[in-house]
């Protein structure tokens, strides 16, 4: 059984190419490979079609193929095979100011409650939006179903421990409600690739003694940063996800140190998190890459499911017979 700390939709994932940001073509270039392999295309078809047609032209022929391969009823199914218990829709709030309405979570309160104890909901943010940002969030988690934040600095442009953030930090303070933040490199041109080390959320852990914080995409490439601030900080998490999992457990990939503290020392701040979407892989694949990591059988338990089950506080009971995907006990 897995809980699954970090996706989205897949309706949410492969947005109209139209309606992105022109800063995000080297996302698109970086990850259109991969989400075009989803829809059954090669590398070399994807990038042979850039040649011809511009990425936005391209990118709409891959969503339009995934927006049918991924329909609800099918991604339904594909969880259920993979043993997924809880899936995240990361309701992300994008943006550098203020020229938009705070991200509406209606389309995503509306699943939660139509599938209930199938997705959790984590409501986006945004700082440069201030108060109605807030009330945005405040709303999807005490009227909404939501169970959870998320935030990406890079999106913003600030750090993850800049006071525009704090009064979000005081609100999931209030409520108990924990928080994910992108934690990892990012590949905007004009925004420093430091600008989500996870030393930026030491602050808000010191100043907010019942914040809860996953760091997304574990903090690499400054993982001997991230495992001290996991020894230290009781309410700090972090999770693996946007990385494929057989080089996370490949020697001098950068993440050695992580895979020998999650056996000892951090075993009880480690959740699962995938964003198999963004990786472009089946999450079925994921999970068989995954379930090669030479971890204990007490630590996989904990990192599939246990750790997110009590953070977010979802009530699951250990199940009668767990099996991998390939059905073996």
Known sequence: MFIDCSNTLPQLQFEDSQEMNPKNTEYRLLFGPRWAQLAGWTKEEFFKQVELHSIEVVMQQVYAKLEEEFAMDNFLNMLRKANIAYHAIHNMDYGRDSSTPPVDHEVVAEILKQYPNRFIGFAGFNPHKGTESLKTVRKAITEQGFKAVVIPPYEHGVKADDR??????????????????????????????????????????????????????????????????????????????????????????????????????????????????????????VIEEVEAWPLKASVKEKFYWKNANKLFKLGLEKPALTTNIRGES
């Open 164 to 285: 525009k953030y704090y009064p979000l930090y005081a609100l999931c303070d209030e409520l108990g409600i924990p928080i994910w933040i992108h934690s990892s490199i990012n590949y905007f041109r004009e925004t420093s690739v430091f600008l989500d080390h996870p030393s930026h959320l030491e602050a808000p852990l010191m100043d907010f003694k019942n914040l809860k914080i996953i760091a997304g995409h574990g903090g690499w490439p400054w993982i001997p940063d991230m495992i001290a601030m996991l020894l230290k900080y009781e309410n700090l998490f972090v999770d693996t996800s946007a990385f494929r999992p057989r080089y996370i457990a490949e020697a001098n990939t950068g993440w050695d140190m992580f895979m020998y503290y999650a056996n000892t020392l951090i075993q009880d701040k480690i959740v699962f998190g995938s964003d198999w979407l963004t990786l472009g892989m089946p999450i079925n694949d």
